[in-house]
């Protein structure tokens, strides 16, 4: 149970990292909120799963799927640079995140 919110928890982190953006620095206001209700979320929900993980796995999960999915949001839906390069990076940060997950150990 702890490992899904981390799970979830990294994807909420996506969403305020794409809504950080949206607010153009704070400036409009429903992003702004979004960005407010994410953080929140995903900040609530992986203090919660740290009371039966390690960590430095979690962490590292929880980053790890926040940094990916952020990545491929902006190449799908925001227009960033798509290449071989980062396609294959992306790969290696989710091969990691699952290790990761795998050799992460719940008190």
């Known amino acids: ?33 979004a960005f407010a209700c994410f953080a929140l979320g995903s900040f609530g929900l992986l203090t919660l799963a740290l009371k039966k993980l390690d960590v430095g796995p ?29 396609l294959v990076s992306i790969s290696l940060v989710i091969l990691g995140v699952i290790g990761l997950q795998l050799s992460g150990s719940a008190h």
Do not use: N, Q
């Open 58 to 86: 979690a962490y590292a999960v929880w980053t790890g799927i926040g940094a990916a999915g952020t990545a491929i949001y902006g190449m799908v839906f925001l227009g960033d640079l798509v290449s071989t390069l980062k």
């Open 1 to 33: 149970m702890a490992w899904l919110l981390v799970v979830v928890a990294g994807i909420l982190e996506t969403g305020f990292a794409v809504c950080l953006k949206l607010s153009h620095g704070f400036t409009r206001l429903w992003p702004t909120v």
